[in-house]
Every structure is written in structure tokens, then in C-alpha cells.
Antibody, heavy 121, light 111 residues
Framework: EVRLVESGGGLVQPGGSLRLSCAASGFTFSSYAMSWVRQAPGKGLEWVSAISGSGGSTYYADSVKGRFTVSRDNSKNTLYLQMNSLRAEDTAVYYC??????????????WGQGTMVTVSS | QSVLTQPPSASGTPGQRVTISCSGSSSNIGNNYVYWYQQLPGTAPKLLIYRNNQRPSGVPDRFSGSKSGASASLAISGLRSEDEADYYCAAWDDSLSGLWVFGGGTKLTVL
């Protein structure tokens, strides 16, 4: 069974840092791009970041560029999102999503259950 | 303000056919595939339609997608109570360094 399990969310003060993880199983992790998509409370979906299957190409939304870093460890089947200089507007459920291809330009065909990040003093 | 434009709400009665529109531009829908996601209350999104009009295995053929120019639509026929959910369109955007864009979402109510 293809499965994605996020972890690492929690409460953090403005300006703080947090690292999210996404453990993947049930597929050849290194063959597929991965993305992070977030959803603020009561709001719609917002794409955050993507990384190619090899990790050689990364992409960011303008809203997080320079503050967030996406990475992956294909030996551990794990995706990461390092979030620095967090702001109140980063408060959201963060979903890990599997791409349908090696490059990030195809569908998000499997989603994790999400992990909540709250930025507040 | 989302890059892709969807109506905030739609509704229908059981058995009816409803459509949800998604409008973009040449940099996203006009030159790339459109994808649709269904988000049932309290759950993670699920892929509903990929590459404009393809259904993943397990998605009923009551759901169909289409695209024309820089616009797309999702049609749901034979509406059922379990279709009540939020629906999002998405597309890759070729502007700048490349990125994904979503519609603001449409809340479908089954009356």
C-alpha cells in the first residue's frame, strides 16, 4: 500500500524554525517527485514546494522562497521541509504529496494525512 | 486571490448534473494539463481527474473533466450525497521559475 506519513508539526513562535518530515512507503521513492502543499484554517490549498525524484531540482512558491528548504533522503524514503523565519501566515496544515512522475509537473496522486503547524506567540 | 478562478460554491439535488468551472491563463491552463482534487470534510485531498480528463482507478465515471483554451470544467453526473466536498483545480504555471497554482476551491452542497 502506498503511504505517506507526515510528522514534525507543532506550535512555534514567530521567527522560529521547524522541520517537517514525510515518511514514504509502498513505492520506489526515488522515482517520483514530491511536493508540500499547505492549507490555512478554513482556506484553500496552496502549493509550497516541490523536488524532483533525484533531488537535483527544487521549486518554491514566492511566499516561502528564501525561508523554506525542501530536501529528500532517498536512502531513507523521506521528504523534508525545513522552515525558517516562520510567520503567522505560515500557520496551516502541511500535506506531503507524491508526484505521478520523476519531474514535479504531473499530478499529486497520493497525499499524506497532514501535519499542523501553528505560528503564534 | 488565487491564480485560478473557481466559483466559491455550487449545489445540486441527488441525481442532478453539476459543473464547476476553473479559469486561468495561457501560462497555466492554456499550455498545461489541468488536475482536479476532491477534499471530503476533515480529510486530505484526493486526486479526482488528471491530465484534463483522465480518471484514476477507483474514481467513478460520474466524474469527468474537460478543458478548452485557458478554462476547464469538472462535471459530476448522478449527484450523490457523498459527493458533498470541496473541489480544487490545479495546473502547472510556466511563468517565472515554474510552479503549481490552485483554484480557490468550490464547496459543493448536495441539497
Amino acid at each position: 500500500e502506498v503511504r505517506l506519513v507526515e510528522s514534525g508539526g507543532g506550535l512555534v513562535q514567530p521567527g522560529g524554525s521547524l522541520r517537517l518530515s514525510c515518511a514514504a512507503s509502498g513505492f520506489t521513492f526515488s522515482s517520483y517527485a514530491m511536493s508540500w502543499v499547505r492549507q490555512a484554517p478554513g482556506k484553500g490549498l496552496e502549493w509550497v514546494s516541490a523536488i524532483s525524484g533525484s533531488g537535483g531540482s527544487t521549486y518554491y512558491a514566492d511566499s516561502v522562497k528564501g525561508r523554506f528548504t525542501v530536501s529528500r533522503d532517498n536512502s531513507k524514503n523521506t521528504l523534508y521541509l525545513q522552515m525558517n523565519s516562520l510567520r503567522a501566515e505560515d500557520t496551516a496544515v502541511y500535506y506531503c504529496a507524491k508526484g505521478a512522475a520523476f519531474t514535479p509537473r504531473d499530478a499529486f496522486d497520493i497525499w499524506g494525512q497532514g501535519t499542523m503547524v501553528t505560528v503564534s506567540s | 486571490q488565487s491564480v485560478l478562478t473557481q466559483p466559491p460554491s455550487a449545489s445540486g439535488t441527488p441525481g442532478q448534473r453539476v459543473t464547476i468551472s476553473c479559469s486561468g491563463s495561457s501560462s497555466n491552463i492554456g499550455n498545461n494539463y489541468v488536475y482536479w482534487y476532491q477534499q471530503l470534510p476533515g480529510t486530505a485531498p484526493k486526486l479526482l481527474i488528471y491530465r484534463n480528463n483522465q480518471r484514476p482507478s477507483g474514481v467513478p465515471d460520474r466524474f469527468s473533466g474537460s478543458k478548452s483554451g485557458a478554462s476547464a470544467s469538472l462535471a459530476i453526473s448522478g449527484l450523490r450525497s457523498e459527493d458533498e466536498a470541496d473541489y480544487y483545480c490545479a495546473a502547472w504555471d510556466d511563468s517565472l521559475s515554474g510552479l503549481w497554482v490552485f483554484g480557490g476551491g468550490t464547496k459543493l452542497t448536495v441539497l
